[in-house]
């Protein structure tokens, strides 16, 4: 197996990435989005809880886990965004 060592990100990249989240609103929508998928599976997980399956309550309390990460850091990058442009705003 090799080992990357150097990855250059182009600039195409990066204004492409951009674009996806254009405002802090948009990061805000997608974290709502995220916490209302951890909070489905959730409910499925107590839904296997309750039937005795333990192998399903563990894979949607995982999927639960991840939806929740993604939802605190686009959560984090709509604060990030507002107060990026509060300093520029300053200065």
Do not use: W
Not at 10 to 18: K, N, P, Q
Not at 40 to 60: S, T
Not at 61 to 89: C, K, P, S
């Amino acid at each position: 197996m090799s080992e990357i060592t150097n990855v250059n990100v182009s600039e195409e990249v990066l204004e492409d990435f951009e674009d996806i989240y254009e405002s802090p609103s948009d990061c805000h929508r997608a974290a709502a989005y995220h916490f209302r998928q951890a909070a489905k599976q959730q409910d499925l997980a107590a839904q296997a809880c309750d039937n005795a399956n333990q192998d399903e309550a563990d894979l949607h309390a995982f999927n639960a886990y991840r939806h929740q990460l993604n939802a605190i850091q686009y959560a984090e990058m709509a604060v990030m965004d507002v107060q990026g442009e509060d300093e520029t705003e300053e200065e």
